[in-house]
């Protein structure tokens, strides 16, 4: 089956009906193995424990940044290529992303206060960060603004291209300012500066949730295509005038 | 003269004719900056500490709220379908107006500051600081606003909406013109290092605005 | 377990995450289950999609 197909609605409603299982299920089991990891990993030497909130905050943080790509792709798909499927991929990620990065604003913060003395600073990456956040709000604001899907979905295409400056903002930030935030310590030239037993149970957590994200992400565009059938319906049937054969 | 210019002159007079809105962004960035100390307070010293903030966000509102209209009168009269269609790429289009909405609001703001100056407890050094931040920064502001007044004209919708939208993306603007004012009042941190950067994100929304107006007006109204 | 001395702060941060992914999760399954619904009240009603139509004809 090309990949072509997966353009139209209804072969993705047919192919998503039985990914999802699989999908739900792999997400169930990446969790369990990676609380395990979790549970398991041994207690930092500076940190005590508290590196334990790291496994999320740090996948939170990707997946932020990944929902927001994903978002930027769909844009190309709906400006450049049409793609009948683009902006529905887009308005369901856009509350999943967000989600995202507000889960790792919170954790960033819990775990600011105890090992760096304070809920919030206003360094660049966390600004960077909430920035996301703010311009996460401002495309599902925008989503729901207007009523067609399709003219909407220009609009938020062109603000998610531009808003994806702050991508490469909040990835760098560490790098180019002095901050209170510690640098890039994962994917960085010359390899990761962090010991193989932390780093396993922050690989099988990212794992897990970013099968999380997808699995939410295709059961979302589903529910989107179901949404806009039955907004075709409905206006079919107001159109329909009452007496007369529909 | 040919189209360009045509259309700039013609928004640079409808701006300052009465009704066109011309001077009521400085009129507005007075308001504001009037309105601050009386809720901070009349404690000189925090005002001249956070003058230059306060004068940033006015004139970042002042400019916001000013482009609200840009479009959405020539939309109203039918001049916008002709811009589409016109040969002029609409690019340009929307750099002319957005320059000419610049002139006459946002450089406005830039000659009053060192007289609202005078409201924040700032000296003279201060207020040139400001108002040199002011002019460089500015621009940039413009042209990532013309981002939400084209969206804003495109879905018909404006008020927040719009603010919503473009404040976020003026947070590095804002960010390193504040930096640059205290650089050169105050701090130690040299003027040069946030003061180039500041030039560099007018110039460079200049072009990122300028693009993204333009496909937000042709796919919005398509 | 021993948390440490900062338990509260990584209990705060595990429960946050459950409660964000309990949402998402729970945003899904209940917008599913209220699109299937309305689809089946406009299906009742007589009001279907071409395509279905057009299969039963040719059924």
Redesign the interface.
Same mark, same amino acid.
């Given at each position: 089956m090309p990949l072509i197909d997966l353009a139209n609605p #209804?072969r993705f409603l047919a192919l998503a009906e039985r990914a999802l299982p699989w999908l739900i299920g792999a997400t169930a089991i990446a969790f369990a193995v990676g609380l395990q990891q979790t549970?398991g990993a041994p207690?930092d030497y500076q940190q005590?424990?508290?590196v334990? +909130?790291m496994f +999320?905050?740090v996948p939170?943080a990707w997946l932020g940044m990944f929902g927001w790509g994903l978002m930027s792709v769909a844009a190309l798909g709906t400006l450049v290529w049409r793609h009948p499927l683009a902006d529905v991929a887009a308005k369901a990620a856009a !509350? +999943?992303g967000a989600? @995202?990065t @507000?889960?790792c604003l919170? #954790?960033g913060s819990?775990?600011g206060? !105890?090992?760096w003395g304070t809920y919030w600073v206003w360094d660049a990456r966390l600004t960077s960060e909430l920035v996301l956040l703010l311009i996460y709000l401002g495309v599902i604001a925008l989503w729901r603004t207007v009523e067609d899907p399709s003219r909407a979905s220009r609009a938020v295409a062109v603000l998610t291209l531009v808003g994806a400056i702050n991508l490469p903002i909040i990835k760098f930030s560490v790098d180019w300012w002095n901050t209170l935030h510690q640098p890039a310590s994962v994917f960085r030239v010359g390899g990761s500066t962090i010991d193989r037993s932390i780093l396993i149970p922050l690989f099988a957590m990212a794992i897990a949730f970013t099968l999380?994200f997808v699995t939410?992400h295709i059961?979302?565009m589903?529910?989107e295509i179901?949404?806009r059938?039955?907004r075709?319906?409905?206006l079919?049937?107001a159109q329909a005038a009452p007496g007369s054969a529909s | 003269m040919n189209a360009l210019s045509a259309l700039f002159i013609r928004d640079l007079r409808l701006a300052v004719r009465v009704g066109g809105g011309g001077g009521i962004g400085v009129l507005f960035f007075l308001i504001v900056v009037v309105l601050m100390p009386f809720a901070i307070g009349p404690d000189l010293a925090l005002l001249a500490r956070i003058g230059p903030a306060l004068l940033w966000l006015g004139a970042l509102l002042a400019t916001l709220l000013t482009l609200e209209r840009l479009f959405s009168i020539d939309q109203e009269d039918g001049s916008l379908d002709l811009l589409l269609m016109a040969d002029t790429p609409l690019e340009l289009a929307v750099a002319a107006k957005a320059a000419a909405h610049w002139l006459t609001t946002g450089l406005p703001l830039v000659i009053a500051t060192p007289l609202f100056g005078l409201f924040m407890n700032l000296n003279g050094h201060a207020s040139a600081a400001v108002a040199l931040t002011l002019l460089a920064g500015t621009p940039a502001l413009t042209f990532i606003g013309v981002i939400g007044a084209a969206l804003s004209v495109a879905l018909r919708r404006g008020g927040l909406l719009l603010a919503v939208l473009v404040l976020p993306l003026t947070v590095p603007v804002l960010i390193f013109g504040v930096s640059a004012s205290n650089a050169a009042i105050v701090g130690p941190l040299p003027f040069g290092t946030p003061f180039t950067i500041l030039c560099a994100l007018s110039l460079f929304s200049l072009v990122i605005g300028t693009f993204a107006a333009a496909a937000a007006l042709r796919h919005g109204l398509e | 377990?021993? %948390?440490?001395?900062? &338990?509260d702060? $990584?209990v &705060? &941060?595990?429960a946050? &995450?459950v409660l964000?992914?309990a949402?998402? $999760?729970g945003?899904?399954?209940l917008?599913?289950r209220t699109?299937?619904r /309305? %689809?089946a009240q406009?299906e009742a009603?007589g009001?279907? /999609?071409r395509?279905d139509r057009t299969v039963e004809r040719t059924a």
């Open positions: #209804t549970h207690d005590g424990a508290t334990k +909130i +999320i905050h939170s !509350p +999943i989600a @995202f @507000f889960l919170v #954790t819990l775990w206060r !105890p090992m999380l939410l059961a979302a589903r529910n179901l949404r059938r039955i075709t319906l409905m079919m049937q | - | 377990m021993n %948390l440490g001395p900062h &338990a702060f $990584i &705060a &941060a595990y946050v &995450a964000v992914v949402l998402l $999760i945003w899904v399954v917008d599913h699109q299937q /309305r %689809l406009l009603s009001v279907t /999609r395509s």
